[in-house]
């Protein structure tokens, strides 16, 4: 649900915040990641509460990390000892962690304590296999990360996005087609930009992705439209 200003209703954003809390417990490990650089200059309450209810006490069957962001902002890096210092108390962390993603600082480090933590075990299903509503999951997505990519400020948030149609077809190749669908006539000129350039460029890097995702050519075709009117 989206407002008249592009952004979510406060009632949307609070079904996802209840529903990221309802599934917390069915993860082997849970990461608390927070700006520090933030932390230092513009403290904020609610995070600070955040965190040290999240590691007030150990967690028998889930472990959980402390990851400090955006080290690379930090100027006196003392300062981070100081703010490491204040959740070292916290006995629920089983780790903590001073990264920069921007950077990479500290990302491998992350990673490998990840990756030392992930149990064997066998696939739920074929890894080598992507079943045809995980491929149209995935086409959308990078659809929509290329819309993204050139189209800023409000108006992603306020177009709709649909799979028209999906058709393998006899030579192997997937014939993709989805629409955007905006609200007025002035946000369809802009996703489509001059001559159809903008639209053009986002299906020319789309199918390029998909193409190399999939493993096979793929005929991406996209339509933006204006939404119909109620009663129109």
Not at 35 to 61: A, N, Q, W, Y
Not at 190 to 199: A, C, R
């Amino acid at each position: 649900m989206i407002g008249h200003h592009g952004y979510p209703y406060r009632t949307d954003v609070k079904v996802r915040v209840e529903s990221a809390w309802s599934s917390i417990e069915l993860y082997d490990l849970l990461i608390m990641m927070f700006d520090v650089h933030r932390h230092l200059t513009m403290p904020d309450k609610r995070v600070i509460k955040l965190i040290k209810l999240m590691g007030e006490k150990v967690h028998s069957k889930q472990k959980r990390v402390l990851c400090m962001n955006k080290v690379d902002l930090v100027e006196d890096k003392k300062d981070l000892l100081k703010v490491a210092k204040e959740f070292a108390d916290l006995p629920g962390y089983d780790k903590y962690f001073m990264i920069s993603g921007l950077k990479g600082s500290g990302v491998k480090d992350l990673v490998q304590y990840l990756m030392d933590q992930a149990v064997k075990r066998p696939w739920d299903e074929d890894p080598t296999t992507m079943s045809e509503e995980i491929m149209k999951t995935i086409s959308l997505e990078v659809v929509r990360e290329k819309m993204l990519d050139h189209i800023h400020q409000e108006i992603p948030y306020v177009i709709e996005h649909r799979m028209m149609d999906w058709k393998e077809l006899r030579d192997g190749s997937l014939r993709v087609e989805q629409h955007f669908i905006t609200p007025k006539p002035s946000q369809r000129q802009i996703l489509v930009g001059k001559n159809g350039s903008k639209i053009g460029r986002i299906g020319i890097e789309a199918n390029e992705e998909l193409r190399s995702i999939f493993k096979r050519n793929v005929h991406l075709i996209l339509q933006v439209r204006v939404a119909r009117k109620r009663g129109a």
